[in-house]
């Protein structure tokens, strides 16, 4: 079973709907931190959220929000009023401890290409 | 702040070839991170290290190897290039968050490798 679950390939909305993102996760760990990456199409990477498993509080950043569930594992991001500007491949990500104290991993998910269309 | 640099963009090479890629960071950063992105497949994790002379199996490691002789450089090896190991190979690097688990990385812009 995959850790880190994206289960929308692709998505496509006109510009100034709402879109949600949805992540699901899988962890046997108390201690975990989950992420939202963006990848516009010049490929670099961007940082967006990080969330600790200890703070389920859902934050806001302008037209972004995050929902962090633990009850259902999930994590999902919405965008409010899209724009074209929004249009990349967003990453969830899971960090967990593996092979014992002081190692850790950070596991992707497989990505949602957003596409906003004007 | 150059933040984190990829040499080369790109590369072609043939079945059996060596090569290296190289990561740079200006940042100071402890942790240093070798990821491949596959299409469909999200990225994963090759190799990282936490710190100047230590390094770290993660998901995806056979077939390369890593060096981080200087805390800036991360050094991607792959001695006996193959098909499978077409890709994009991103960098990455962090600072140390509260919680290693915490930390939130730097990429870099990615090197397309294509092995004939």
């Known amino acids: 079973a995959q850790k880190v679950t994206q289960a929308q390939t692709e998505i496509s909305v006109v510009e100034k709907e709402d879109v949600t993102l949805d992540c699901v996760y899988e962890?046997?760990?108390?201690?975990?931190?989950l992420f939202w990456y963006k990848q516009p199409p010049s490929g670099e990477l961007v940082f967006l959220i990080r969330?600790?498993?200890?703070?389920?509080q859902n934050e806001i950043s302008g037209r972004y929000s995050w929902n962090f569930q633990k009850s259902t594992s999930s994590f999902n991001f919405t965008i409010t009023a899209s724009q074209v500007v929004d249009s990349a491949v967003y990453f969830c990500?899971?960090?967990?401890?593996?092979?014992?104290?002081?190692?850790?991993?950070?596991?992707f998910g497989k990505g949602t290409k957003l596409s906003v269309i004007p | 702040n150059a933040g984190v640099t990829q040499t080369p963009k790109f590369r072609v090479l043939k079945t059996g070839q060596s090569m290296t890629l190289l990561c740079a960071q200006d940042?100071?950063?402890?942790?240093m991170y070798w990821y491949r992105q596959d299409p469909g497949m999200g990225l994963r994790l090759i190799h990282y290290?936490?710190?100047?002379?230590?390094?770290a199996k993660g998901e995806v490691p056979d077939g390369y190897n890593v060096s981080r002789l200087k805390k800036q450089n991360f050094l991607l090896g792959l001695e006996s290039a193959a098909p499978s190991q077409t890709s994009v190979y991103f960098c990455?690097?962090?600072?140390?968050?509260?919680?290693?688990?915490?930390?939130?990385?730097?990429f870099g812009p990615g090197t397309r490798l294509t092995v004939l």
């Open positions: 990455a690097s962090s600072y140390t968050f509260s919680s290693p688990l915490g930390n939130e990385q730097f």
């Open positions: 962890t046997r760990d108390t201690t975990y931190y």
């Open positions: 969330r600790n498993s200890f703070d389920e």
């Open positions: 990500a899971l960090s967990e401890e593996y092979s014992g104290a002081g190692s850790y991993q950070l596991t």
């Open positions: 940042m100071n950063h402890e942790y």
């Open positions: 290290s936490v710190g100047e002379g230590t390094t």
